[in-house]
């Protein structure tokens, strides 16, 4: 029996009801709304690589970018928070444009570098730029608020970050799906072939490309709200490689592998806190096995065998 497309996402919303009933403590509450956030990343990061084969290896400097326009423009500039999120967001997309055209001419390692080169130019900024953005040491974060209602506790956090993940799970089902995620596709398998067929293929590369940086300067101010504290460490090279390393375990071109993908890298540093002092050998080698015997990712490799069975 063929599952609903949704099936998952009802699943997904079932559990964020269930979990705040079960979670002993704060600490784990601070565990999954990590995990969310960084699933909602991984999904826009996942629609750039998994769907339109496009890599990113700097991806952290849009998050950067966001959480920065959050600290730096209430503070220095007086700024009412939900204008600096929608500054940082249009900042990011806006530097998104103007690079994606000139970035995508290239291919393969090529493009790689030069995203990778995008990451590291924003994350020197924001660890020079004392004046503004606190250098290494980062700077506070105000309290964001909806009209009289400040959002703080991690309660209410949890609420904000669950909807905001559903939303962008659902988004992400409609939107491969529709036209623009079939041409999507499409430019994965071929160019070549998807240029003969009349798809646009810069036109779409640059859109998805806008999209995810978008996506990630959005939860960049949410993550910086939520802790209350940004450093440059939110926008450095080896944060860009974790969301890749997400996109990548829990299965490419998989709207809900970006969620498990996010919760297993998420979860799994705290996990392995009992090897002390060989967690990263450990990580390392967890990842090894992931990719010897899950190449295609853990949720598409398990829904082909559960297909088959």
């Known amino acids: 029996m063929t599952k609903h497309p949704f099936f998952g996402l009802y699943l997904l919303m079932a559990l964020l009801l269930v979990l705040p009933l079960v979670l002993p403590n704060s600490f784990y509450m601070d565990l999954v709304i990590r995990m969310a956030i960084n699933a909602v990343i991984v999904l826009g990061l996942n629609l750039l690589i998994g769907f339109a084969g496009q890599i990113s290896l700097g991806h952290a400097g849009f998050l950067g970018i966001g959480a920065y326009a959050s600290a730096i423009l209430p503070t220095h500039f007086g700024w009412h928070p939900l204008l600096a999120m929608g500054a940082g967001m249009a900042?990011?997309?806006l530097l998104a444009l103007l690079v994606a055209r000139p970035i995508f001419k290239l291919k393969g390692n090529y493009l790689a570098m030069a995203t990778l080169g995008l990451g590291i130019i924003v994350n020197i900024i924001l660890r020079t730029e004392g004046d503004y953005?606190?250098?290494?040491d980062g700077m506070p974060v105000e309290t964001l608020a909806l009209g009289s209602l400040a959002l703080s506790g991690d309660q209410v956090w949890y609420w904000v970050v669950a909807l905001i993940?559903?939303?962008s799970v659902w988004a992400s089902l409609n939107l491969i799906d529709a036209p623009f995620g079939r041409a999507l596709r499409a430019l994965h398998g071929s160019e070549v072939a998807s240029r003969v067929v009349g798809v646009d293929v810069v036109r779409y590369k640059v859109v998805i490309f806008v999209m995810s940086a978008v996506f990630a300067a959005f939860m960049g101010s949410i993550t910086a709200h939520y802790v209350g504290f940004v450093t440059p460490n939110l926008a450095d090279f080896f944060h860009s490689i974790e969301l890749v390393t997400m996109v990548v375990v829990g299965g490419m071109a998989s709207v809900y592998g970006s969620v498990v993908g996010a919760v297993l890298l998420t979860?799994?540093?705290?996990?392995?806190?009992?090897?002390?002092?060989?967690?990263?050998?450990a990580f390392g080698g967890i990842l090894?096995?992931?990719?010897i015997f899950l190449p295609r990712g853990l949720v598409p490799t398990l829904a082909a065998k559960w297909a088959r069975d």
Do not use: N, S
């Open 91 to 93: 900042g990011a997309g």
């Open 165 to 167: 993940l559903c939303f």
């Open 288 to 291: 090894m096995l992931c990719m």
């Open 267 to 281: 979860a799994l540093p705290q996990a392995l806190t009992a090897f002390e002092g060989w967690e990263t050998v």
């Open 133 to 136: 953005t606190g250098g290494p």
